[in-house]
Nanobody, 126 residues
Framework: VQLVESGGGLAQPGGSLRLSCTAS????????MGWFRQAPGKEREFVAATRWSGGSTYYADYADSVKGRFTISRDNAKNTLYLQMNSLKPEDTALYYC?????????????????WGQGTQVTVSS
């Protein structure tokens, strides 16, 4: 069971980045998948989560701090989770992690997630 993030880097304020998380070793479509982030000296915090409900129905939830700027999506055929980040701010600078959660609730608590990636660094600076 493995999650591998990619796509991080340096962006200017107001810019965009797209993170990817490739999953292996489990049935990706059956799990809630989430993004979290951790800035230096701060606790890891929830960013967004999504689950597939069958057919073309997906559900998503976001932290208030990223609503309207970030979009979480998933491609179950590719076992890949995405996070499109627009209108980036310096306060978005953090190490971004993807994680999976058993069950069907779009949970925002770290303890609900049982497998984590190694993280990808996002730095927003001019």
């Amino acid at each position: 069971v493995q999650l591998v993030e990619s796509g991080g880097g340096l962006a200017q304020p107001g810019g965009s980045l797209r993170l990817s998380c490739t999953a292996s070793g489990f049935t990706f479509s059956s799990y809630v998948m989430g993004w979290f982030r951790q800035a230096p000296g701060k606790e890891r915090e929830f960013v967004a989560a999504t689950r597939w409900s069958g057919g073309s129905t997906y559900y998503a939830d976001y932290a208030d701090s990223v609503k309207g700027r970030f979009t979480i999506s998933r491609d179950n055929a590719k076992n890949t989770l995405y996070l499109q980040m627009n209108s980036l701010k310096p306060e978005d600078t953090a190490l971004y992690y993807c994680a999976r959660a058993p069950g069907r609730a779009l949970v925002a608590v770290l303890q609900a997630y049982d497998v984590w990636g190694q993280g990808t660094q996002v730095t927003v600076s001019s």
